[in-house]
C-alpha cells in the first residue's frame, strides 16, 4: 500500500526556519517525481516546489523560490522540503504527492500524505 507520511510542521516565528520530511513507502520512491504542495486558510491548493527523480532537477513557486530547498534521500525513501524566512503568508498545511508517470508526461498526483501543518506566527 502506498503511504506517504510528513512531519515537521510547527508553530514558528516570523523569519524562522523549519524543515518538513515526507516518509514514502508501498512503491519504488526513486522511479518518480515528488511535489510539496500547500493549503493556507480558505484558500485552494498551492503547488510549492518539485523535484525529479534523483534530485538532479528542483522546481520552485514564484512565492517561495529562494526560502525553500527541495531535496530526496531515495536511499531513505525520504523527501525534504527547508524552509526559511518564514512568512505569515506561509502558515499553510503542507502535503507531499507523489507524481502518477515515472516518464513525467503525461501524469497528475496519484497519492498524498495526511500533511502536515505550519504556523507562521509571533
Known amino acids: 500500500e502506498v503511504q506517504l507520511v510528513e512531519s515537521g510542521g510547527g508553530l514558528v516565528q516570523p523569519g524562522g526556519s523549519l524543515r518538513l520530511s515526507c516518509a514514502a513507502s508501498?512503491?519504488?520512491?526513486?522511479?518518480?517525481?515528488m511535489s510539496w504542495i500547500r493549503q493556507a486558510p480558505g484558500k485552494g491548493l498551492e503547488w510549492v516546489s518539485g523535484i525529479n527523480w534523483n534530485g538532479d532537477s528542483t522546481y520552485y513557486a514564484d512565492a517561495m523560490k529562494g526560502r525553500v530547498s527541495i531535496s530526496r534521500d531515495n536511499a531513505k525513501n525520504t523527501l525534504y522540503l527547508e524552509m526559511k524566512s518564514l512568512k505569515s503568508e506561509d502558515t499553510a498545511v503542507y502535503y507531499c504527492?507523489?507524481?502518477?508517470?515515472?516518464?513525467?508526461?503525461?501524469?497528475?498526483?496519484?497519492?498524498w500524505g495526511q500533511g502536515t501543518q505550519v504556523t507562521v506566527s509571533s
Open positions: 508501498g512503491f519504488t520512491f526513486d522511479d518518480y517525481a
Open positions: 504527492a507523489k507524481w502518477s508517470d515515472p516518464t513525467r508526461v503525461p501524469g497528475y498526483y496519484d497519492y
